[in-house]
C-alpha cells in the first residue's frame, strides 16, 4: 500500500491547483506524451482508446441521421481559401502555411487545413447540379493545425483531432433543421455516453463561426467553473455557395444556390472528461468510452487456484464488456492505484477467502463502494453498478453546474461575480457587442457563452449599459 500512497501523492490537489493537477493526470493516466513540436500531442494507447470509444460512439449516431464519411486533402491554396473573405480573416492569425515543396519554392502557398469549409465548396462545385444531387450529408475525421500560441494537452494544441461535419441542402429550411440536429446530437451524447451536462444555445454575433449565419454551441461546466465550448453546429445559409459560385437546377427549373451547415467536436472532449469527472486520485472515466471497464485484480495471486479463477471471470466478463485481468507481480495495492489513477470503472478482487466463501469484491471508482456479490451473480452486478456510475456521474456534475451557475441583475453584481465566484452567469443583455467588450474587460476574461433556447426574464435591462434587453445571455470564463 505504500506505492499505492505516493502514487496518490504525486497527483497535485485538484482544489490547490487546477491547472497543474490536470497535466498531473494527463501524464501520469499515460493518455499524451509531449512532442518535439510545441502543441503537437502523441498519443498513448491509452488516451487513443478513448478517443476511439469516443469517435465509434459519435460515428454511429451521424450515420444514423443519413451522413456519410468522406475526406478532404490537408493542403488549402490560399486563392481557395481567399474565396470567403469573412472565413479568412477569422482564421487568419492561426494559420500555418507550407512554402517549399522538395527544394522547390511553390507558386501558391498552401495553408494547412484549420477547418475544410473551402475544400468542401469546392468539391461541391463539382458535384452538385440539380436538386437530385442534394441534400450532401458529409463528415470527415481528421487533424486540423490551429498556431495556438499558449497550448495545453486537448484543450488547446497546434495540431488536434476532430470530426467536422459539412452539409448542403436544397431549401434554407432543411439547412437550419439539420444545423439543429447535429447540435441534438452532440448533447445527446454528451449527456448518454460522457455524463456531462451542458448549457445549449445560440452564440452571439461577436462569438459566432467566422462565415456563419448562426452558430449554435453545447457549454459544459468544468470542476472549477470554468466552461468550455464541448461542441458548435452552424448554418452558413447561401454565403459560402456564391462564393464558389455553387449552383443547381431547381424545381422550377431556374438556377439556385443551395444552402450549407458545418459541425463539429474534438479531442477537447477528453480534456472536459478530465474536468468534469476527475479526483485527486485521477481519471473517473464514464463507463461507456473507458478503454477498460472492468479490471479484474486477484488477490494472493501465487495461491493455488485463484489465477485460475480469476481467468474464468474475465471470460465470463469479456462477453459483454472491455476487461482486463492483471496477473502481474505488482502488488494489489500497485494495482488498485493504477486502475484508480487511469479512471476504469469498476474493480472486481478475488482470492483464497472469496473462493472460499463464493463470492467476489467489486469496487467502483467514483464512491470506492464495495459490493460483495456471489459470483454466478457477477455478470448482474457489473451491469448494474456501470449503469449506476454513469447516472451518479452525471448527477455529480450537474449540481455542481447548479452550484456555480448565478445571476445577476446589475452591473454592480455581474462584477463581483466575475472576478471572485467563476462559474456561468446568468444576466440581461441588449445585443451590443460593447457591452460584451466591456463585461469581458472589467471582469478579466468573463464572455457570452450563448443565448440559451430557454430564456429567462431577469431584468427589463441589460446588466451593463442599463438599456433594454433583448436576451438573458449565460456568461463565464473559457478554456
Same mark, same amino acid.
Given at each position: 500500500?505504500?506505492?499505492?500512497?505516493?502514487?496518490?501523492?504525486?497527483?497535485?490537489?485538484?482544489?490547490?491547483?487546477?491547472?497543474?493537477?490536470?497535466?498531473?493526470?494527463?501524464?501520469?493516466?499515460?493518455?499524451?506524451?509531449?512532442?518535439?513540436?510545441?502543441?503537437?500531442?502523441?498519443?498513448?494507447?491509452?488516451?487513443?482508446?478513448?478517443?476511439?470509444?469516443?469517435?465509434?460512439?459519435?460515428?454511429?449516431?451521424?450515420?444514423?441521421?443519413?451522413?456519410?464519411?468522406?475526406?478532404?486533402?490537408?493542403?488549402?491554396?490560399?486563392?481557395? *481559401?481567399?474565396?470567403? &473573405?469573412?472565413?479568412? #480573416?477569422?482564421?487568419?492569425?492561426?494559420? =500555418?502555411?507550407?512554402?517549399?515543396? %522538395? @527544394?522547390?519554392?511553390?507558386?501558391?502557398?498552401?495553408?494547412?487545413?484549420?477547418?475544410?469549409?473551402?475544400?468542401?465548396?469546392?468539391?461541391?462545385?463539382?458535384?452538385?447540379?440539380?436538386?437530385?444531387?442534394?441534400?450532401?450529408?458529409?463528415?470527415?475525421?481528421?487533424?486540423?493545425?490551429?498556431?495556438?500560441?499558449?497550448?495545453?494537452?486537448?484543450?488547446?494544441?497546434?495540431?488536434?483531432?476532430?470530426?467536422?461535419?459539412?452539409?448542403?441542402?436544397?431549401?434554407?429550411?432543411?439547412?437550419?433543421?439539420?444545423? *439543429?440536429?447535429?447540435? &441534438?446530437?452532440?448533447? #445527446?451524447?454528451?449527456?448518454?455516453?460522457? =455524463?456531462?451536462?451542458?448549457?445549449? %444555445? @445560440?452564440?452571439?454575433?461577436?462569438?459566432?463561426?467566422?462565415?456563419?449565419?448562426?452558430?449554435?454551441?453545447?457549454?459544459?461546466?468544468?470542476?472549477?467553473?470554468?466552461?468550455?465550448?464541448?461542441?458548435?453546429?452552424?448554418?452558413?445559409?447561401?454565403?459560402?455557395?456564391?462564393?464558389?459560385?455553387?449552383?443547381?437546377?431547381?424545381?422550377?427549373?431556374?438556377?439556385?444556390?443551395?444552402?450549407?451547415?458545418?459541425?463539429?467536436?474534438?479531442?477537447?472532449?477528453?480534456?472536459?472528461?478530465?474536468?468534469?469527472?476527475?479526483?485527486?486520485?485521477?481519471?473517473?472515466?464514464?463507463?461507456?468510452?473507458?478503454?477498460?471497464?472492468?479490471?479484474?485484480?486477484?488477490?494472493? @495471486?501465487?495461491?493455488?487456484?485463484?489465477?485460475?479463477?480469476?481467468?474464468?471471470?474475465?471470460?465470463?466478463?469479456?462477453?459483454?464488456?472491455?476487461?482486463?485481468?492483471?496477473?502481474?507481480?505488482?502488488?494489489?495495492?500497485?494495482?488498485?492505484?493504477?486502475?484508480?489513477?487511469?479512471?476504469?470503472?469498476?474493480?472486481?478482487?478475488?482470492?483464497?477467502?472469496?473462493?472460499?466463501?463464493?463470492?467476489?469484491?467489486?469496487?467502483?471508482?467514483?464512491?470506492?463502494?464495495?459490493?460483495?456479490?456471489?459470483?454466478?451473480?457477477?455478470?448482474?452486478?457489473?451491469?448494474?453498478?456501470?449503469?449506476?456510475?454513469?447516472?451518479?456521474?452525471?448527477?455529480?456534475?450537474?449540481?455542481?453546474?447548479?452550484?456555480?451557475?448565478?445571476?445577476?441583475?446589475?452591473?454592480?453584481?455581474?462584477?463581483t461575480l466575475g472576478k471572485e465566484q467563476g462559474g456561468f452567469i446568468k444576466a440581461m443583455w441588449c445585443g451590443d457587442s460593447e457591452c460584451e467588450d466591456k463585461l469581458?474587460?472589467?471582469?478579466?476574461?468573463?464572455?457570452?457563452?450563448?443565448?440559451?433556447?430557454?430564456?429567462?426574464?431577469?431584468?427589463?435591462?441589460?446588466?451593463?449599459?442599463?438599456?433594454?434587453?433583448?436576451?438573458?445571455?449565460?456568461?463565464?470564463?473559457?478554456?
Amino acid at each position: 500500500m505504500a506505492k499505492n500512497k505516493k502514487m496518490v501523492e504525486a497527483i497535485t490537489s485538484r482544489d490547490e491547483d487546477f491547472a497543474k493537477w490536470y497535466t498531473d493526470i494527463v501524464k501520469k493516466a499515460e493518455l499524451v506524451d509531449y512532442s518535439g513540436v510545441k502543441g503537437c500531442m502523441v498519443f498513448r494507447p491509452y488516451g487513443y482508446a478513448i478517443w476511439e470509444n469516443i469517435q465509434k460512439d459519435m460515428d454511429r449516431r451521424f450515420k444514423e441521421t443519413g451522413v456519410e464519411n468522406v475526406y478532404m486533402p490537408m493542403f488549402i491554396p490560399e486563392s481557395l *481559401l481567399q474565396k470567403e &473573405k469573412d472565413h479568412v #480573416d477569422g482564421f487568419a492569425p492561426e494559420c =500555418a502555411w507550407v512554402t517549399i515543396g %522538395g @527544394q522547390e519554392k511553390l507558386s501558391e502557398r498552401l495553408c494547412v487545413r484549420p477547418t475544410s469549409e473551402t475544400l468542401f465548396c469546392e468539391h461541391y462545385n463539382k458535384v452538385v447540379e440539380t436538386y437530385r444531387d442534394l441534400p450532401k450529408m458529409y463528415n470527415q475525421w481528421c487533424s486540423v493545425v490551429r498556431w495556438e500560441k499558449t497550448t495545453r494537452p486537448f484543450l488547446r494544441n497546434s495540431e488536434f483531432l476532430w470530426q467536422e461535419g459539412h452539409t448542403i441542402h436544397e431549401t434554407a429550411e432543411e439547412a437550419k433543421e439539420e444545423t *439543429l440536429r447535429m447540435l &441534438k446530437v452532440y448533447e #445527446d451524447f454528451y449527456r448518454e455516453t460522457l =455524463a456531462i451536462p451542458a448549457v445549449v %444555445g @445560440q452564440k452571439t454575433e461577436k462569438e459566432k463561426f467566422a462565415g456563419a449565419e448562426i452558430t449554435y454551441t453545447i457549454e459544459p461546466m468544468m470542476h472549477n467553473g470554468v466552461a468550455l465550448q464541448g461542441g458548435t453546429s452552424h448554418y452558413f445559409g447561401d454565403g459560402f455557395a456564391k462564393s464558389f459560385d455553387i449552383k443547381f437546377q431547381g424545381r422550377d427549373n431556374k438556377l439556385h444556390y443551395p444552402h450549407q451547415t458545418s459541425w463539429g467536436t474534438s479531442t477537447r472532449m477528453i480534456g472536459a472528461i478530465i474536468m468534469v469527472h476527475g479526483d485527486d486520485d485521477g481519471l473517473i472515466l464514464p463507463p461507456k468510452i473507458s478503454p477498460i471497464q472492468v479490471a479484474i485484480i486477484p488477490i494472493a @495471486q501465487h495461491k493455488e487456484g485463484v489465477l485460475d479463477k480469476a481467468n474464468e471471470l474475465k471470460d465470463r466478463l469479456a462477453k459483454d464488456f472491455r476487461v482486463k485481468l492483471d496477473d502481474s507481480d505488482h502488488a494489489p495495492g500497485w494495482k488498485f492505484s493504477e486502475y484508480e489513477m487511469k479512471g476504469v470503472p469498476v474493480r472486481v478482487e478475488i482470492g483464497p477467502k472469496d473462493i472460499e466463501n463464493d463470492q467476489c469484491v467489486v469496487v467502483r471508482r467514483d464512491t470506492r463502494e464495495k459490493l460483495f456479490t456471489p459470483i454466478d451473480k457477477l455478470e448482474e452486478t457489473v451491469s448494474k453498478a456501470l449503469e449506476d456510475i454513469h447516472e451518479a456521474m452525471y448527477n455529480r456534475a450537474l449540481e455542481n453546474m447548479k452550484e456555480k451557475t448565478h445571476t445577476a441583475t446589475t452591473y454592480d453584481e455581474f462584477v463581483t461575480l466575475g472576478k471572485e465566484q467563476g462559474g456561468f452567469i446568468k444576466a440581461m443583455w441588449c445585443g451590443d457587442s460593447e457591452c460584451e467588450d466591456k463585461l469581458k474587460e472589467v471582469t478579466g476574461g468573463v464572455k457570452s457563452r450563448c443565448i440559451p433556447f430557454e430564456e429567462e426574464k431577469l431584468a427589463d435591462t441589460c446588466v451593463c449599459c442599463g438599456k433594454p434587453a433583448k436576451h438573458m445571455v449565460y456568461w463565464g470564463k473559457q478554456y
